[in-house]
């Protein structure tokens, strides 16, 4: 089923993320994390992209295992940063043999040895070429309500965001925020600028202290005093710190359930007993 008629038919829905091994060895362990994340009936879930395309054969594998096997809606990944435009076509070719509807378009962050390939620069162009080559596919983007960290500036941002959208983009997914004021706000910029397709906050429980820093690290987050608390609190404590952390993207989705938001992606990464917390303690309310 496509993302955007799910998001048509449900006022709320809820949906979860797992990432494929960097090697075959860690297949078995990935797909038994996938299973019990399955097991909660999310409304969708997606199943990332390694860097350059490393993990593409398992990111098709686990996406139509969850879809075939436990009859769950998936959303594959796809980035193009280190990717010729023959490999992307060979990819939509497999999503579309492996009967998988839905592809989330990102340029990737770039390899750490800086390789990258002509033939893509940024989202945008994977998006218009996924459009060309099967108008079927519902494509969903990635966008920033603190900005992306390489753009000096939101407005401009922005714009590229517009270009995004125009391309085809069916829906966005935002970067984790941890501060639901900074989305309302960019909610505010982003509809003024016409782009009216659905965002789906992509909220990130905070579960250990050392995923603080490292959320700063990668996308420049702002993390607010609540949140800093939270942390000295309990960081020497890792079950109380798991479940702060809960609790908190709890407080965060429930908070944009109330101000009309309701299409909420968590990132549980691989983690069944963060999915599972967050679902004991919004089941009621999502449902």
Known sequence: MKIIDIFNEKEITLSFEVFPPKT??????????????????????????????????????????????????????????????????????????????????????????????????????????????DENFCIGGACYPEGHVECERQSVDIGHLKEKVDAGCDFLTTQMFFDNAILYQFLYRIREKGINVTIVPGIMPITNAKQVSRSVALSGSTIPQKMKSMVDRFADDPQKMKEAGIIYACDQIIDLICNGVGHIHVYSMNKPDIAAGIMRNLETIIK
């Open 24 to 133: 075959d060895a860690g297949y078995e362990a990935v797909e038994k994390a996938s299973a019990e994340i399955a097991a909660l009936k999310p409304d969708f879930m997606s199943v990332t992209y390694g860097a350059g395309g490393g993990t593409s054969k398992n990111t098709v594998n686990i996406a139509a295992n969850l879809q075939d096997k436990y009859g769950v809606n998936v959303l594959a990944h796809l980035t193009c940063v280190s990717s010729t435009r023959e490999h992307v076509k060979s990819m939509i070719a497999s999503y579309k043999e492996r009967g998988i509807e839905n592809i989330m378009a990102l340029r990737g962050d770039i390899p750490k040895e800086g390789r990258i390939c002509d033939d893509y620069h940024h989202a945008t162009e994977l998006i218009y070429d996924i459009k060309s080559m």
